[in-house]
């Protein structure tokens, strides 16, 4: 079988490897289909010194495929039946496991395709309790965009920055693979949508997505846009991933008590804070990083629903590459999605 694995920083091969092996007692082997392109396989891609990893590593950290075989034990599915997996080894055990929690897990094994082997290739075995079935209706190239793109979006908004009906909410790079479906998960519970975006052919597109105001950052500062949108007040929620570009533009967009939730710092990671603002205005500023087993669910759920997300393109495996410079050069709009 076909397996793309990195070799080098910023060397990536298709090799063929043996076929895993019959999966073990609850484990299933999954036929990968469709691997989405995050920022977590550029970092992965042009190496990380402080990552705990080893080398060569298959690739792919966000995917979809079918159940190819049923080990021991498994119940609940069976071969062919279409299949989302949990980007990330956890222990299943732990407190945080046990809660539901599953991006605190103690004991995580790593994040796959970036710590360890990824989803970029054909065959693979994963235990039963990190596959997610796909609802009826959503293809592979969709449900490859859930584990990652919808749910960390679905994490942040609801689980962390407590997102509610009618609030008011800045959303980042809107053209993005998470900025666009947060633009649509907002909007779908009544949230006004402020997004940025970096030019007016994207403009264009993040209104149709629904977006109630698009502000091109490269003509107009945000921060200024956002207070004159909202009469002064700021907006309850920002949306953050860009990090050290628009860190603290985005808290003066605040209203006081606002909230931040940030998952990202494209654009680099060192802000200075300014105290006195962070706690006289009560903002409350949430990290947050991956999503839990619920937060696939839920996401798959909307797609069935109706909330598709948004492709830029699909490539072949071989071109995985090219992807990713697409990826990087910031000319996308939507979703990258690899297909086998
Ligand atoms: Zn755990």
Redesign the pocket.
Same mark, same amino acid.
């Given at each position: 079988m076909r397996a793309l694995t990195l070799i080098a920083d910023r060397k990536l091969e298709l090799v063929e490897v043996a076929d895993p092996s019959p999966p073990a007692a609850g484990e299933v082997q999954i036929r990968i289909k469709a691997v989405a392109l995050n920022h977590i396989d550029l970092w992965g891609f042009r190496g990380m010194a402080f990552a705990k990893r080893k080398l060569p590593l298959v690739a792919g950290a966000e995917a979809a495929g079918e159940i190819a075989e049923v080990g021991p034990g498994v119940t609940g599915f069976r071969p062919g039946d279409p299949v989302a997996m949990y980007g990330a080894l956890? =222990?299943?055990?732990?407190k945080?496991?046990r809660e539901g929690r599953d991006n605190l =897990?103690?004991?995580?094994g790593g994040i796959m395709g970036f710590h360890i082997d990824g989803f970029a290739r054909d065959l693979l075995n994963v235990p039963a309790r990190l596959v997610i079935p796909v609802p009826p209706g959503v293809c592979a190239r969709d449900a490859a965009c859930a584990p990652i793109a919808f749910a960390t979006v679905q994490h942040m908004l609801f689980d962390n920055a407590k997102l509610e009906p009618g609030e008011t909410v800045l959303v980042h790079a809107g053209g993005s693979g998470i900025g666009t479906a947060a633009i649509m998960m907002a909007k779908a519970i009544g949230c006004t949508v402020i997004t940025t975006v970096g030019d007016d052919g994207k403009a264009e597109k993040a209104k149709a997505l629904g977006a109630d105001y698009v502000i091109n950052y490269r003509k107009d500062r945000f921060e200024g846009v956002v207070r004159r949108i909202t009469g002064k007040k700021g907006v309850d929620v920002v949306f953050e991933h860009v990090g050290a570009e628009t860190f603290n533009g985005s808290l003066l967009c605040l209203k006081r008590g606002g909230r931040l939730v940030t998952c990202g710092a494209t654009s680099g990671p060192s802000v200075t804070l300014n105290l006195m603002q962070l706690f006289q205005q009560q903002y409350r500023i949430v990290g947050s990083f991956g999503a839990s087993l619920r937060n696939i669910r839920e996401s798959l759920a909307k797609m069935a629903a109706g909330m598709l997300p948004v492709i830029d393109c699909e490539v072949p495996l071989l071109d995985f590459q090219r992807g990713l410079s697409r990826l990087e050069s910031r000319q996308v709009f939507g979703k990258i999605v690899v297909t086998f």
């Open positions: 956890t =222990c299943g055990a732990c945080a496991c =897990c103690e004991n995580v």
